[in-house]
């Protein structure tokens, strides 16, 4: 019976793991930059809706912001499991802009592959979002991983297209390690009730074979 046990804890954790976010703060929700360092000439920022009336968070109080300037981004190195494996990640953010013109300021994801080192081995970005008709629109992608990529830079990048101000929004960021050969259908969608966090299930996971182990005793 302990066995079972551990073995279905075990099988748990994997399945809980394989669906969480490998960023930091996706969301802006600590309300600053918290793992997030700031590039280009805009000096992107987090928002609450104040920037732009009318443009709010797509879920929670915050988002991340372009700010003012022609470019800005913001990048998260994150380490990638299974070094030296067929891997491949799951890619998903939402973003609006201000409607101004056709093409009005707008965002994109890259992503840049790092080895051991630090060296670049490869970089691949996500097509150009220009949602500005007064909805988010949510980006959805897999990509390939190579082998030899230790870690991974995942940076918005904010562009502007119009006007003086940035305004671009990004909100409820998501990487995710899938198997090779993924669809997007692994992409965990937004608004789903949050797992367990794997610190919890194992605590459950232990309690549960110290009270069988009371009971054998």
Known sequence: MRLKLATALAALLVSTSSHATLLTNPGAETGNLLGWTVGGLSNPRVDDGSFDPGIDPHSGQWMFSGNHGLWGSLTQNVLLPGFGQSRQVAVSFWEQGLDQDIPSDSAYVALTY????????????????????GVWKQYQGVFDVPTSAWSVDYTMVFVRNFGLDLDSFIDDNSLTLVSAGGSLDQVKPTGEAPEPSTAMIAGLGLALLAGLGKRRG
């Open 114 to 133: 790092r080895g051991k080192d630090g060296g670049v081995i490869s970089k691949i970005s996500t097509a150009t979002i220009d949602a500005h008709d």
